[in-house]
Nanobody, 124 residues
Framework: QVQLGESGGGLVQAGGSLRLSCAAS????????MGWFRQAPGKEREFVAG????????NYADSVKGRFTISGDNAKNTVYLQMNSLKPEDTAVYYC?????????????????WGQGTQVTVSS
């Protein structure tokens, strides 16, 4: 079992920045990948970014590429999502997720563990 807990959400003006954190505990090791997803009211949950410790890779949704950066501290079992140049359309609940395997999958049903989510609100 893996437990995930997000923090760092809040209210920010358009053009501002936030950094989300996801702390993992339980059965964690480098053989898993981590993803950030988000869900806006009335919309489906969508992939934002992912990182694979074992493959040493990361990738991003086109909508956030160049503005968001995913990184991690393996020793602290923590994954971060640095969000810059935020837009009102980035407003959503952001979720951290984990799955065992090397590949970064963009489909939320492929993830085994989820955090409770953290709200990000970007005002115009």
């Amino acid at each position: 079992q893996v437990q995930l807990g997000e923090s760092g959400g809040g209210l920010v003006q358009a053009g501002g920045s936030l950094r989300l954190s996801c702390a993992a505990s339980g059965r964690t090791d480098s053989s898993y990948t981590m993803g950030w997803f988000r869900q806006a009211p009335g919309k489906e949950r969508e992939f934002v970014a992912g990182i694979s410790w074992s493959a040493g890779t990361s990738n991003y949704a086109d909508s956030v590429k160049g503005r968001f950066t995913i990184s991690g501290d393996n020793a602290k079992n923590t994954v971060y999502l640095q969000m810059n140049s935020l837009k009102p359309e980035d407003t959503a609940v952001y979720y951290c997720a984990a799955r065992y395997g090397r590949l970064i999958i963009r489909t939320n049903s492929n993830y085994d563990y989820w955090g409770q989510g953290t709200q990000v609100t970007v005002s115009s």
